[in-house]
């Protein structure tokens, strides 16, 4: 079913957000162009606290979170975003991780409840239909685009 829901096939720019919240250079400049496609806007955040920042602020449709943060472990993000009773609805996490085993990612997915786990390096395909997924799930009505447009990056 995800294989239909590829980035590059959404066609309805509705002003949903993504914080992107990610340590790596590298993937800081490659996870914007891999989804490009997917008519959201991208917030990109370097550190855990940039990224809590960045989701209280903009309050994304979705959190792309990497688990070595500079200032914090990833899982502190994720334990504090799900402390924090921003709305009724429960924010979709995808996590990137350096490292991990199938127990990491079970934990992840059946206990936390995050929305995917994927191991870098993953293939952009991976990444696009996850998001795709995830916004499809959270689609909330009449989203806000907090003065930014859909397709654009923006780093705190």
Not at 33 to 46: F, M, S
Request: aromatic share 4%.
């Amino acid at each position: 079913m995800t294989a239909e829901l590829s980035c590059a096939q959404r066609q309805e720019p509705d002003g949903q957000r993504i914080v992107v919240v990610e340590a790596d250079e590298d993937f800081l400049h490659l996870i914007p162009v891999i989804l490009a496609d997917c008519g959201a806007q991208l917030v990109v955040a370097r550190t855990g606290r940039n990224g809590l920042d960045a989701i209280q602020e903009r309050r994304p449709d979705l959190v792309i979170l990497d688990l070595n943060l500079p200032d914090m472990n990833g899982w502190e993000v994720f334990i504090q975003l799900r402390g924090t009773p921003s709305s009724e609805r429960l924010l979709p996490v995808i996590i990137l991780a350096d490292e991990g085993t199938r127990l990491d990612r079970t934990f992840s997915l059946r206990v936390a409840q995050v929305h995917d786990y994927l191991m870098k390096p993953f293939l952009p395909s991976q990444l696009q239909e996850s998001v795709a997924e995830a916004l499809k799930l959270s689609r909330r009505p009449g989203g806000d685009a907090a003065g930014s447009s859909p397709g654009e990056s923006v780093h705190v």
